[in-house]
Structures are given as structure tokens and as C-alpha cells.
């Protein structure tokens, strides 16, 4: 017997299944590959620094007790990291949690969202979940953020904005003019969420320092950072806000689970927050590394859009699913993406040298197949 589902909201009946890929164990699984370069979904080739083992090393207590539901020793760290108060940080079990905090907390049936597209789909699906609607402004066709079309999108009510820089899953990004003229345009009221997931990587870009440009504003907002990405705890779950007031915090700090940054999550980031040289060495890699990439894709006439992050959006030219399908058997994990549009397209993380030469020569073998 089944029992109908309309118990169920419709918000979430529309919501779409998560595009995640295939694990490292299903791809050996399916296909006789050995060597696996999984570069799907944007983790650290040289995970996180050594220190966070022996942060980790006493594990007892951490597994005994309860987290500090506060976070107070790492929303200290953090908070001196960007010279703001404790009191402006807030955790999450990743930043995605803190996506569905915001959108909870703030989003009220009807309300209508802002965000670039091809979109990150978490920015879009919690705030469907509250019955809101989403206006997708696409990127122009260079790839670039459309500062025009997102301004004329802003003059509609809006109760949120939101925007990864860079943009996830395109790479390109808000130079500071860009974010500033933009900042200017949100309506009086709105939030805006700055996902800064891959700002470690864009050192040396012209990705701007939202923090400095937004204090210029009198707006609400949250800057968004992660441990998942450059800092290589993807698998522990840690992301952090930073907000524009001590209020705004506490009011969000009433929508989350009292202890949804776990107690090993919290050393290993304070370890990981510390290592300046750890990151240096993550950051230099894959700067280094998405260059080779890029030459690599461009000299075989791939269209690629701008990247400051630790990973590529290219046009391969036919459909992606069946693309990725073909990459898989040469043990490569790739994200073939998925919203309209866009099934051309496929995201590449950048892995470690040997990684990327196993994608790089997986791709020249099926061109030269074709
Ligand atoms: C990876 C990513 C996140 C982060 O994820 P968590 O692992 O939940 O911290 C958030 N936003 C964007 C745009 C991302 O790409």
C-alpha cells in the first residue's frame, strides 16, 4: 500500500535530487580503473594540514562530550582572523548549513530571492523550501557576472541576494567596482549573502575583500567562508559566517541546531586556521595547476570561462552526461552540469599534477577518438 505524499509540502516536491557524482568506490566498482582523479566536487588534492592530526590525536574528550555550542575558542580565532568580534561569527556543519539557516531565518513564503546563474543549487533550494521564489540573472556570454541585468533584477522587491564570488559553478567573479555597484542597487531591507567558499584561492585576483567594501553599506549581510575547500576538511564539515552585527548573529544563532559544529570539526579547523603555510602550498598548487589545466583545454579549442577558484567550467561541445560517462571509464570524476542551458557543461576540480595529467590525458584520448 502507498500512502499518498501530499503530507509532504510543495516546495519540496519541486525540489531537484542533489547532482552529486559517483564515490571513488562506485567508479572502481563500474570500470576496471585502478588510479582515480576525483574531480568532481572541488576538495583539497593535499587535504589539511598536518596539524589538524594532531589536533585530533586526544580523541577521547571530543567524542565524550558535547561541542561548545558557542564555538567560542574558533569563532575567537576567526573573528581575529578578520579583526571583527566573536560575536559577528557564526559556525555551521559546513557553510551549505548556514545556507539553510539564513534561508529559514529569514525567508517568508512569497518572498523573492536574487542570484546569478548557472546557480550553486543550494542557493536556490532552501529558499524554494520556504516558499520563496528565485530570479536567476545568467552570466553574459563571456561567462561573466551581467552587472546590468543583476541591477534591474534589484529593483524588484527583494528579500535576498545572493552571490558566491567567485561564482560557483562558473569561476568567474565580481571585481570590486562590480560588487560595489551592485551593493548599491540592493533595495533597502534585503540581506545579502556573499558565499566566499573559494575566496582563499583568489588571492592575487581582483576578487575584491567583500568585508572592507561592505562596511561602506548600511545593509544587512553575511559573508560565507568554508573549511571544506582550501583548508581540506570537506569530510568533517565546518564553514563559517561573518556578519554585519552582533544582532543579526544572535538572531540567526536561535535557527541552528545548538551543535551543529562538532567537536572534532572545531579543533581541526582552529589547527587549520593556524597554518598559513599549509595554505600557501594548497593555494599555489592550484593556481599553478588550473593554468596547465586551462592551457591544456584551451589549445584543444574548449571554451572556458574565467576562474579565480580551485576549479574549471568548460563547454565540451555535447552533451556533458554522456562526456563525464566517457571520463569515468578512464577513472576521472568530473561534475557534468545539469541546469538548462548549461548540460554542455562540465566543472573539473583541479586535483594534484598527477590527477590533472590523468584528466588531461583521459581527454586527449577521447578527442582523438572522435
Ligand atoms: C563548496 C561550496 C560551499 C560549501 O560547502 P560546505 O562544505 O557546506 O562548507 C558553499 N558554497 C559554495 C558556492 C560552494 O561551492
Known sequence: MTVCLDVVRPEVHSLGKYNAGLTTGEVRERYAVTAIAKLGSNES???????????????????????????????????GRFGMAADRVILGNGSEDLLSVISRA????????????????????????????????????RLNFDIPSMKRALREPCRMLIVANPMNPVGSWLDGDGLTEILASVPRGALVVIDEAYAEYARGSSCPDALALLKAFDLNWVVLRTFSKAYGLAGLR?????????????????????????????????????????????????????ERVRAFLEGRHFVVAPSCGNFLFFDCGKPAHAFSEALLAHGVITKPWKQEGYEAFIRVSIGSEAENDQFINAIGELCSNT
Do not use: C, W
Open 238 to 290: 565546518i564553514g563559517y559566517g561573518l556578519t554585519s552585527s552582533a544582532g543579526l548573529t544572535d538572531l540567526l544563532d536561535r535557527v541552528r541546531t545548538p551543535f551543529n559544529a562538532n567537536a572534532f570539526a572545531q579543533a581541526a579547523a582552529l589547527a587549520a586556521l593556524a597554518d598559513d603555510d599549509h595554505l600557501e602550498a594548497v593555494v599555489s598548487l592550484a593556481v599553478r595547476e588550473r
Open 106 to 141: 529569514v525567508l517568508r513564503s512569497g518572498d523573492r530571492i536574487v542570484t546569478p546563474y548557472p546557480s550553486f543549487p543550494l542557493h536556490e533550494d532552501y529558499a524554494t523550501v520556504q516558499g520563496a521564489t528565485v530570479a536567476r540573472v545568467a552570466v553574459d556570454e
Open 45 to 79: 588534492p593535499l587535504g589539511p594540514s598536518p596539524k589538524v592530526a594532531q589536533a585530533l590525536a586526544p580523541t577521547s574528550d571530543l567524542m565524550r562530550l558535547y561541542p561548545d555550542p558557542a564555538g567560542r575558542t574558533l569563532r575567537e580565532a576567526i573573528g
